[in-house]
C-alpha cells in the first residue's frame, strides 16, 4: 500500500493533469499579483495621477459621480459636495460599474474607496476626508495587460517548473535504486 502511495505521488508532478492545474492556478493568481504590484502608494501631500478619482454628489439621476481629483478642486464644482456614504450603481447594462466604500472611520478622517469598473479598465482609488479636505492614499488599476503578461508568466513558470521537476526525478529515483551498504 505504501509503495503504491509512493508510486503515485512520484507520478504526479509529471502529469498534465498536474501541470493544467499549476497553470490555472498561477494564471488566476499572477494577473491579480501584477496589479497589486503595479499600485501607487502617494505620501501626503503628493500629487496623484490623472486617473485618481473621488465621488462627489450627483445632479443627474445616479446617487453619485467619480471625477478627477483635479475636477473635483475645480470651481466647476463647486456647487458638490464630496460623497461620504456607501453607494453603487450600474449603467450601461452592466457594462460600466461604480462603488464607493467607506473603508474606516476614525478620528483623522474617514478613509473611502471608490471603483470603477468598464468592459477594460477597473481603478480603484483610496482617499481620506478630513474636513472637507481630500488626502490621496493610493491608486490600483487592474486591465487585460495584466491578465496578459499574467498568462505568459503562467506559461513561463508553469514550464519551467515542471522542467525542474522533470529533471530531478531522475536524481530521486537513482539514488533510491542505489545499493545501500549495511554497517
Not at 22 to 42: G, I
Not at 57 to 83: C, D, M, N, Y
Not at 90 to 104: D, K, L, M, P, T
Request: proline fraction near 7%.
Amino acid at each position: 500500500m505504501r509503495q503504491h502511495i509512493k508510486l503515485t505521488l512520484s507520478r504526479f508532478p509529471h502529469s498534465k493533469l498536474a501541470f493544467l492545474c499549476v497553470f490555472l492556478l498561477l494564471m488566476f493568481l499572477l494577473p491579480r499579483l501584477l496589479s497589486w504590484l503595479s499600485a501607487t502608494d502617494y505620501q501626503p501631500g503628493a500629487v496623484p495621477s490623472g486617473l485618481f478619482q473621488v465621488a462627489v454628489s450627483s445632479h443627474t439621476g445616479k446617487p453619485f459621480e467619480l471625477v478627477s481629483l483635479q475636477e473635483a478642486r475645480s470651481p466647476a464644482l463647486a456647487g458638490r459636495t464630496l460623497w461620504t456614504q456607501a453607494a453603487r450603481f450600474s449603467e450601461g447594462g452592466g457594462i460600466r460599474e461604480a462603488e464607493v466604500r467607506i473603508v474606516a472611520q476614525s478620528p483623522q478622517g474617514t478613509l473611502i474607496e471608490t471603483i470603477d469598473s468598464d468592459d477594460d479598465l477597473t481603478l480603484t482609488s483610496r482617499y481620506r476626508v478630513t474636513a472637507g479636505r481630500i488626502e490621496p492614499v493610493s491608486l490600483q488599476t487592474f486591465s487585460p495587460g495584466h491578465v496578459m503578461s499574467g498568462i505568459l508568466l503562467a506559461i513561463a513558470l508553469s514550464k519551467l517548473l515542471f522542467f525542474v521537476l522533470h529533471t530531478l526525478k531522475p536524481l530521486s529515483m537513482s539514488q533510491a535504486n542505489a545499493p545501500q551498504e549495511k554497517p
